[in-house]
């Protein structure tokens, strides 16, 4: 019964059409005075003498004012006329014929004690709303779902002194001082129809940087980011996104902003990245907040993203909407797949590429490969808050790129623009944006490709080719497997679009001819049935395949008969195909991983006795990886993303079961050898790139390049804990003019160098002591110690003043960190790290349940873990599931992660 499903959708019963609320804001009692225009849903029931109307609402967050309740201006009775329960509000009897009915009431609401940070909160004394999924209900009462669509009215009255600004959807339209001079008021309109997940208001003591775009018909926007005191100049950069991403999304969409006002809020207390509330965004300061001393090149990358994103969701997600919260991909899949193309527009596209497949890599195949899998269009949830994932999301931006493909760009536009015209204005599913792609593309049959929205789990692809030397043809079998994931266990063939290019042995191209008269250097292959074979005409000997180039489907893809070493090494030089240059060397590098760790498993060896034990990494690896660091024709930041070997958690994926210190010493001691045979022209470059970046601090994407290289290079050198390599890096972090150094070299420090990681870390913290943002980082990197020991020094920073458990930053930061992105720290043989993540769990649950729920997460993967670990992490999750006091969100973690 707690389960939601999609089957079970029905339209609502009633409409709200007109809502008009009235704040009274009070840190401890804001008072809420609502008028709802309510309407019977005739054309989905037909009429009918009279209904209940049911309003959601969380008795935890609202009270009814006694007596305040009225419908038509008659006063109801409690028990009689309406009930109150924990979730709701339900009137008797209301007007079935479809004509208008006023209702009207108050409620109460403590704002001070919303640790949840849903609905309204304060943070540091100001208010702010977040009501995406379900926050609405714990504003007013209200039917707080998505395809209730209404026109908001809302009027703040607050503390002249304490709320200066006084914020809320749309345009002001009226504004003044109270009869009671210390208090003031606005109103608000809204003239698009939305969502209540929408509403948003902010009311507080800030200030505001300003600045206009002028749209592509001519229209002036006003757009405001509003900080607090003493933040304005690091609100430049997000302004400056904000334009280039309403310029982007008239160029390459057409869309155009529709209100007078956009405005940006930040704020330090926030449970996610941003919200995209209608002409009000909200945003955590982290993805606001930026200069060079205090933020590094890589969040200024996360601003630009995030800024565009939110702003991308008023045509995507606002102006045509969600129908239910099983909808939920069809706007945050398709946001981040225009935010991931725009980004590639504004910097370097096969670098955003890649760093987009890492995290999907990292992240979301894990996800789609254990307890918590569910398809990008989910089927059933017990807590939405938890289906804000990389699927939903990222996957979701995959099945949009892949659809674009298949369309060609002039194909999606088209069916893009249907989508706009067609359902603006409405609350709508994902089948409704595959009809309108289909109906724009009629000579493409897209009905295959719907699966992609309702089979979970990563398909497997494997290839295996034979050559035919008599007449140069190739043929390529590839076969496809989708693995079962929890309730799907038999799964259809799903069309996977393969990009394929092949090069001679010389790496020239060789134009792919299938045979159907047109021989491109790249073609996409429509992979259809479970097994396929494809055949290329006219291709030389000893060519070899680049498939999927730009990780054109998000599968698992192998050959049957591993590829050579010398094909791998060759691709890695020689294609024309950066992202798979970049992925051949991931292949490279995660097999010798494998290779390794599997030697090792649970033995507790030293990182010499390792190098002992093990083969070497071959020369020929090697010497490609010499090449690629000294290639000068490379841009730096290409360069730079080549040396980032993959990743603990994406190499476990590919281990069975998971012995998570092995992955460590493996990858560790791969870098070790390659620091130790590139070392001079590690040195080398270093130097070069330290020179060239001297002087002025630039922002431009070449020194950003730089410094990510050289940063790169002096991780290399320092791995192998050399002490002058160390000296530098202190020398470095000391005198370095930016974040983006300071950083590198203190993560650097603080994981290579024992004492000069303490010192560098206590300067950073009499340094950054007073900055909200800075000091994160600080925790973040303690957090990320690749050791054994930091537990403890968790353990310790938890307790700290500087710590703020409320604050989910910092628990992201340090508790989030360690759990969710430290294996080698947090996989303790005693289960020490699972238990003290645990009893974190526990007492978040009690401050905020989505957060508690994301770092419970961490457990998911415990059936992968070898023995010993997962029974230890098994034991963590059933002490939690034996509780009876657990939210929603953490229980559906846990439940799910047992069964
Ligand atoms: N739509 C919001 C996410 C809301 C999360 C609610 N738990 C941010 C975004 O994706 O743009
Ligand atoms: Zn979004």
Redesign the pocket.
């Known amino acids: 019964t707690r389960v939601k499903r999609r089957q079970d959708y029905k339209p609502p019963q009633f409409l709200v059409d007109q809502v008009k609320l009235k704040f009274i804001l009070d840190p401890s009692d804001t008072r809420v005075l609502t008028k709802l225009n309510v309407r019977f849903n005739t054309t989905a029931y037909g009429a009918c003498d009279t209904s209940n109307l049911y309003l959601d609402g969380d008795s935890e967050m609202i009270q009814l004012v006694p007596n305040s309740l009225k419908v038509d201006g008659r006063t109801l009775e409690q028990g009689k006329d309406y009930q109150v329960s924990k979730t709701n509000l339900i009137i008797n009897s209301m007007d079935g014929s479809g004509n208008g009915v006023l209702v009207e009431f108050q409620v109460s609401l403590n704002p001070s004690k919303n640790t949840a940070l849903m609905g309204l909160y304060l943070s540091k004394n100001n208010f702010f709303t ?1 009501c ?2 379900e926050g609405f209900r714990r504003i007013t009462f209200f039917p707080d779902r998505p395809d209730v669509m209404s026109i908001y009215e809302v009027t703040l009255v607050g503390s002249r002194q304490d709320y200066p600004v006084l914020l809320s959807n749309g345009d002001c339209v009226e504004s003044g001082v109270c009869s009671d001079e210390k208090y003031h008021y606005a109103v608000y309109r809204d003239p698009f129809r939305k969502p209540s997940y929408l509403f948003a208001l902010v009311a507080g003591n800030l200030v505001h940087l300003e600045d206009s775009f002028v749209t592509m018909s001519g229209k002036k926007v006003t757009l405001r980011i509003y900080v607090q005191h003493g933040n304005l100049p690091k609100a430049t950069f997000a302004m400056e996104c904000l334009k280039q991403a309403m310029k982007w999304d008239e160029e390459q969409y057409g869309r155009e902003y529709d209100l007078d006002t956009f405005n940006i809020v930040a704020v330090d207390d926030f ?6 509330n209608k002409s009000l965004n909200i945003f955590n300061s982290k993805y606001v907040l930026a200069n060079p001393e205090t933020a590094t090149d890589s969040d200024f990358e996360a601003i630009q993203a995030v800024v565009a ?2 702003y991308f ?1 008023n045509w995507t ?1 606002n102006r045509v909407t969600l129908r239910d919260w099983f909808q939920l991909s069809l706007k ?1 899949g398709l ?1 981040v797949f225009r935010e991931q193309e725009f980004t590639a527009d504004m910097t370097n596209r096969a670098v955003k590429r890649i760093s987009d497949v890492m995290r999907l890599r990292t992240a979301q195949f894990p996800q789609d490969a254990g307890p918590m899998a569910h398809p990008v269009r989910p089927e059933s949830y017990i807590e939405i ?1 938890n289906f ?1 994932t990389v699927t939903i ?1 990222e996957k979701g931006a995959e099945v949009i790129r892949m659809l674009r493909n298949l369309l060609g760009p002039k194909g999606f536009r088209k069916g893009c623009d249907l989508y706009f015209e067609r359902y603006d204005g409405m609350a709508v599913t994902c089948d409704d944006w595959l009809s309108a792609h289909q109906d724009a593309n009629p000579h493409v049959d897209l009905t295959q490709f719907r699966l992609w929205y309702s089979q979970a789990g990563t398909p497997q692809l494997s290839a295996s080719t034979e050559y035919d030397a008599s007449k140069s043809v190739l043929y390529l079998h590839l076969e496809q497997f989708i693995p079962p994931t929890p309730s799907q266990l038999l799964k259809e063939p799903m069309l996977i679009p393969i990009k394929v290019g092949i090069l001679d042995r010389h790496g020239n191209s060789v134009l792919v001819d299938t045979g159907d008269g047109n021989a491109v250097e790249t073609k996409v292959l429509d992979m259809k049935e479970f097994e396929q074979t494809f055949t290329f005409y006219r291709v030389p000997p000893n060519s070899v395949l680049s498939m999927l180039r730009g990780f054109s489907a998000p599968v698992k893809f192998s050959w049957k008969h591993q590829q050579s070493l010398d094909d791998l090494i060759f691709l890695m030089e020689k294609d024309k195909d950066e992202f798979n240059r970049w992925d051949a060397a991931q292949t490279v590098t995660l097999e010798y991983i494998l290779q390794v760790a599997n030697q090792l498993l649970d033995e507790t060896c030293t990182l010499q006795q390792v190098a002992s034990r093990v083969p070497a990494p071959s020369k020929a690896v090697l010497n490609a990886f010499q090449t690629i660091l000294l290639d000068e024709s490379l841009e730096h930041r290409f360069r730079s993303t080549m040396f980032v070997l993959p990743s603990e958690l994406f190499v476990a994926e590919w281990m069975k079961p998971i012995y998570p210190d092995a992955v460590h010493l493996a990858r560790l001691h791969l870098k070790r050898e390659l620091a130790s045979y590139l070392k001079r022209s590690l040195w080398s470059t270093f130097r070069k790139l330290e020179k060239e970046l001297e002087g002025e601090h630039r922002l431009d994407s070449e020194s950003r390049g730089k410094r990510a290289l050289k940063n790169v290079c002096l991780e290399y050198l320092c791995c192998s804990q050399d002490p002058d390599a160390l000296s530098v890096a202190l020398e470095h972090f000391r005198k370095a003019n930016n974040m983006t150094d300071a950083l590198a070299c203190l993560n650097i420090l603080s994981a290579y160098g024992k004492e000069q990681g303490e010192v560098a870390l206590a300067e950073f913290y009499r340094k950054w002591e007073h900055e909200y943002l800075v000091l994160d980082k600080w925790f973040r990197v303690q957090a990320l110690v690749p050791s054994k020991d930091t537990l403890h020094r968790i353990q310790t920073l938890v307790e700290s003043k500087s710590f703020d458990i409320k604050n989910p930053n910092n628990v992201y930061a340090l508790i989030g960190g360690y759990a969710l992105q430290n294996p080698y720290a947090f996989h303790l043989k005693d289960g020490s790290g699972y238990r003290f993540i645990a009893d974190k769990i526990l007492e978040l649950d009690k401050i905020n349940p ?1 957060v508690a729920a994301r770092i419970a997460s961490c457990f998911t993967v415990w059936q992968k873990l070898e023995p010993n670990l997962r029974s230890l992490m098994q034991k963590q999750l059933e002490r939690l599931f034996l509780r009876d006091d657990l939210s929603k969100d953490v229980f559906e973690v846990v439940n799910k992660s047992l069964t």
């Open positions: 977040q995406e999924a449970s996610m990245g941003a919200m995209e994103h939110e969701h997600g945050e946001t808050n804000y999301y989505q």
